[in-house]
């Protein structure tokens, strides 16, 4: 009956009826009336706790919501940053492209400032990382000052962007700094950088500072494991890219070298 009053007091006065909330109000009121007189600070504490418990349920639902936006907010950056460079795309192609590289930077760094700017954790970082590295292509300085900043971070972020300075170092051809960066995150042992791919780059940057027998001996452990490598079930592994960039170096370095490596399963060949 008082429910029943209620709604019609409610619909009297023009406001919309919320069924929760007059549920939620008969509930109090029917524990109301078993505490009477028996213990009001008990009932007192259930309805904290019902409120802690509301407010907590609207708090993981925003943050829900914020995560997913913030994520499609992200996705949608990343795409930009990624898309086709083309001067005359095909009209029928629907896929998003840009007439310069130029162009899509600019779009790339505005798409993930607005991230930067509504977002908080982990996207406000990772949003920063993509500026810093579309960052290098029109103000180089600036670009490798936010990815020195960045690469003072610790996790996923930390860890791209130092590979991202190295990276950018062995482009500016200072290979002792890009040779430090790259052993730096080897030995970290993150797993966020494929050993696999700091080796190459390490191989690489050997090579340019003529420490050619060094490059070789990275080269050939690389391709030897990859060669090697089984699942679990015992079954051979393809190779990656890498390995077999590796093995094309290997073989143009030190031919000798390069024939002492285990036979290739043709099972590991992977066509790109």
């Known amino acids: 009956m008082a429910q029943k009053k209620k709604l019609e007091r409610e619909n009297t006065l023009g406001k919309p009826v919320d069924r929760f909330q007059s549920a939620a109000d008969e509930r109090i009121e029917t524990l109301g009336k078993r505490f009477e007189g028996k213990g009001r600070p008990i009932l007192y504490g259930l309805l904290a706790l019902l409120g802690v418990a509301i ?132 030995q970290a042992k993150t797993g966020i950088i494929a050993d696999e791919t700091l080796n190459f780059a390490i191989a690489q940057t050997y090579e340019k500072q003529g420490k050619t027998d060094e490059a070789v001996d990275i080269y050939f452990n690389l391709v030897k494991a990859a060669r090697e490598a089984k699942d679990a079930e015992g079954q051979p592994v393809p190779q990656s890219q890498t390995a077999r960039e590796a093995s094309t170096k290997l073989e143009k370095l030190a031919p000798a070298r390069y024939a002492q490596l285990p036979a290739e399963s043709a099972d590991r060949i992977v066509n790109f």
Do not use: C, M
């Not at 490798?144 to 051809?173: H, P, R």
């Open 55 to 186: 407010i907590g349920g609207i708090i993981y639902s925003y943050s829900q919501r914020s995560a997913v936006a913030a994520q499609t907010a992200l996705g949608k950056a990343i795409d930009i940053h990624t898309a086709q460079v083309s001067p005359s795309p095909d009209p029928k192609n629907t896929e998003l492209t840009f007439p310069n590289d130029k162009e899509r930077t600019e779009k790339a760094i505005a798409a993930f400032e607005e991230v930067t700017a509504k977002y908080g954790s982990p996207h406000k970082e990772k949003a920063q990382y993509f500026i810093a590295v579309n960052r290098l292509k029109l103000d180089r300085a600036a670009g490798i000052q936010e990815l020195e900043n960045l690469s003072k971070n610790s996790g996923e972020v930390g860890t791209l962007s130092k590979f991202a300075l190295a990276e950018a170092k062995y482009a500016d051809g200072k290979y002792d700094e890009a040779a430090a960066g790259y052993n730096e995150l080897l």
